[in-house]
């Protein structure tokens, strides 16, 4: 590769990353004010929330008891878990607690996240429920989730991405986890509410129409099926919305193992949504105009920024001698050193803090949150991990955490 090749690539390498974060750093002042609420809706709808559970025996009763308990009338909403090859007492629990029982097992049905939920939504589509809402078994919802996503359908919303927060902050891990939700809710899904744009799928909390729900199957393999339903949503013109009230509680690692497992699939996961739908965002972002496929496809192509960040260095060795755009604005540029050292320590250190005092969090998840870089030394070997990993291993993480609803709402 000759020294001007590399000397272009590695700019492009480079203005790539700026403007990337450049855009979502203008993005995030929207978080400094609040968005608008739909108003309560006087309609109620029928909802079916799904939850599908492989082997989660500890944690799926509380589950469904923090679904029995939403404050919304009983005849409006029926619980399903999706009991996936399960072999322990997770269909017992689940029944106990008292949730409708669908045995995903046996000759013709193999496991998995997305084959239980396209499986179970097609089972129940036809039973008339106006939209379904997606748990997962080591999950929690807040009494007012029906409420406010019957609100928002109301005006308009086909598909709805609640708030998720911690529900455990026990371990110093798991409190990182939670301060990074807090941080994220406020800069990241916020802002994209208020503007717009399409709002984050987390797997659980999430509520689809019915429409929705029959038009867009999920997907089988991918092992991150919410991304890519994400995806597959935005590039076909649906939007999704984000219900601030809509409070859903998750289960964090709280050991090393469980967030190594969970990191690496979801890594090996978001490889595989991008190469699904990076082309087809970008083709919608240019040829349509539509900046939810233009943040769709920056958020997509956030999988690759070791890669670019990797060849971007080394092109710039290779090219040393020669011209480098951000080198060039940083020595020209009259005051270029101290606006670059602010837009360095805006997302990493000001803006953190800002987010988590918003919130009200305790001083412990403020504390927590500047221990993040001590998980950024794994970044190279879960990407590793995520490279080599087959799309068939699911690699289930362990849940242990015993939270109760009534533990975290008064």
């Known amino acids: 590769m000759g020294k001007i090749t590399a000397a272009v690539l590695s700019n492009l390498a480079q203005v790539f990353l700026f403007l990337t974060g450049l855009f979502y750093l203008l993005l995030s002042f929207r978080g400094f004010w609040a968005c608008a609420r739909p108003p309560r809706a006087l309609k109620r709808r029928r909802f079916a929330l799904l939850l599908p559970a492989h082997n989660e025996e500890g944690v799926v009763g509380l589950a469904v008891e923090s679904l029995a308990r939403l404050a919304y009338p009983a005849g409006f909403f029926d619980i399903f878990v999706v009991a996936d090859h399960c072999t322990d007492g997770t269909a017992a629990a689940a029944a106990a607690a008292g949730a409708r029982v669908l045995d995903h097992s046996g000759p013709g049905l193999k496991p998995g996240k997305g084959r239980a939920l396209k499986w179970a939504t097609a089972g129940i589509i036809a039973q008339g429920y106006d939209a379904f809402c997606y748990f997962d078994a080591d999950s929690l919802a807040h009494p007012d989730f029906l409420s406010v996503m019957n609100a928002h359908l109301e005006a308009g919303a086909q598909a709805v991405q609640g708030r998720q927060l911690a529900k455990n902050t026990g371990p110093w891990l798991a409190k990182i986890l939670a301060a ?34 029959a038009k867009f199957h999920w997907d089988e393999t991918c092992l991150t099926e919410d991304l890519e339903m994400q ?78 960040v990797a060849a971007g260095a080394g092109l710039l060795w290779v090219s040393r001698d020669s011209f480098n755009l951000l080198v060039w604005l940083y020595a020209g540029l009259p005051g270029a050193e101290h606006a670059l050292k602010a837009l ?56 242990t955490s015993r939270v109760a609803i009534a533990d975290l709402v008064d």
Request: net charge positive; charged share 20%; aromatic share 8%.
């Open 180 to 213: 990074g939700h807090l941080v994220s809710n406020r800069f990241f899904q916020l802002p994209k509410q208020a503007l717009g744009l399409s709002a984050t799928l987390h797997g659980k909390g999430m509520c689809f129409s019915a429409e929705i729900a």
């Open 344 to 399: 360095s320590l805006l997302p990493l250190v000001l803006y953190p803090a800002v987010a988590l005092l918003l919130e009200g969090a305790p001083a412990e998840l403020l504390l927590a949150y500047f221990l993040q870089p001590a998980l950024g030394v794994l970044r190279l070997p879960v990407f590793v991990a995520g490279v080599l990993r087959g799309t068939e291993d699911w690699g289930r993480t362990e849940h």
């Open 231 to 308: 995806m597959r949503l935005i590039r076909h013109g649906v939007r999704i919305a984000w219900a601030q009230d809509a409070v859903v509680y998750d289960e964090e690692p709280e050991t090393l193992r469980q967030y190594l497992c969970r990191t690496i699939r979801w890594t090996r996961g978001s490889l595989d949504t991008a190469r699904r739908h990076l082309p087809g965002l970008c083709a919608r972002a240019l040829l349509r105009g539509d900046a939810r496929a233009l943040e769709g496809a920056l958020y997509s192509a956030q999988t690759y920024r070791f890669v670019v």
